[in-house]
């Protein structure tokens, strides 16, 4: 079946500039989660989702940060008035459920510039 | 606050060569633990996992992981390595609640 799907591969931006990422999760995943990914920083929790509602947004680095997900399923993570040391790749997440024995599986993430 | 450490950021070896990537984690209560992998071009995926029972968990491509309840540790172990196992690993923990946490990552470089 089809895996994790993000959308745009790629973004270049100017600072300042609004952004929005899509993650469109697997079938029937209940859980969506948002990480990102800086060089050497590892992956550094952004948001959790269960269902449209989120537990946990205690990773959102800043205000100009927001998510939201409809219908269960397809999220979008927003960017407000990009700054540089917003560029990372934006890693978007899906499991089963909630439960602690669900693995993520993970989509190819956004690669996001900002210049 | 939970957290998690891999001690090797970089890591070569040659074919042939044993594996073992050192991670620890930080929490006190029950955990779940995850490798996750990343090659070249690809999307992480799920090496293997640890929820109960036997500590010494085997995953795909002849990796194997020992839990060390004591030492905190999860140690990701493959006694030879190959070229097509270059990429870069990550140890994951879930602890209290439901969020996987994830270490810095290592990337290992096999020359063949």
Do not use: M
């Not at chain 1, 100017?14 to 697997?26: A, N, T």
């Not at chain 1, 990102?36 to 920083?41: I, W």
């Not at chain 1, 947004?57 to 997900?69: H, I, M, N, T, V």
């Not at chain 2, 992998?37 to 929820?51: A, E, I, R, S």
Request: proline content about 4%.
């Amino acid at each position: 079946g089809a895996g994790v799907s993000q959308s745009p591969s790629n973004k270049v931006t100017e600072k300042g500039k609004d952004v929005e990422l899509r993650c469109d999760p697997i079938s029937g995943h209940t859980a969506l989660y948002w990480y990102r990914q800086s060089l050497g920083q590892g992956l550094e929790f952004l948001i959790y989702f269960q269902g449209n509602s989120a537990p946990d947004k205690s990773g959102l680095p800043s205000d100009r940060f927001s998510a939201e997900r409809t219908g269960g399923s397809v999220s979008t993570l927003t960017i407000q008035r990009t700054q540089q040391e917003d560029s990372a790749v934006y890693l978007c997440a899906s499991s089963q459920s909630s439960g602690r024995d669900s693995p993520l599986h993970f989509g190819n993430g956004t690669r996001l510039t900002v210049t | 606050a939970q957290s998690v450490s891999q001690h090797n950021h970089h890591v070569i070896l040659s074919e042939a060569a044993s594996l073992e990537l050192g991670c620890n984690y930080s929490y006190g209560g029950t955990v779940n633990l995850f490798w996750y992998v990343q090659y070249p071009g690809q999307h992480l995926q799920l090496l293997l996992k640890y929820f109960s029972g036997d500590p010494l968990v085997k995953g795909i491509k002849g990796f194997e992981a020992e839990f060390i309840k004591s030492k905190f540790s999860f140690n990701l172990r493959k006694p030879s390595v190959q070229w097509s196992d270059t990429a870069e690993y990550f140890c994951a923990v879930i602890g209290g609640g439901f969020k996987t946490i994830f270490g810095a990552g290592t990337r290992l470089f096999v020359k063949a």
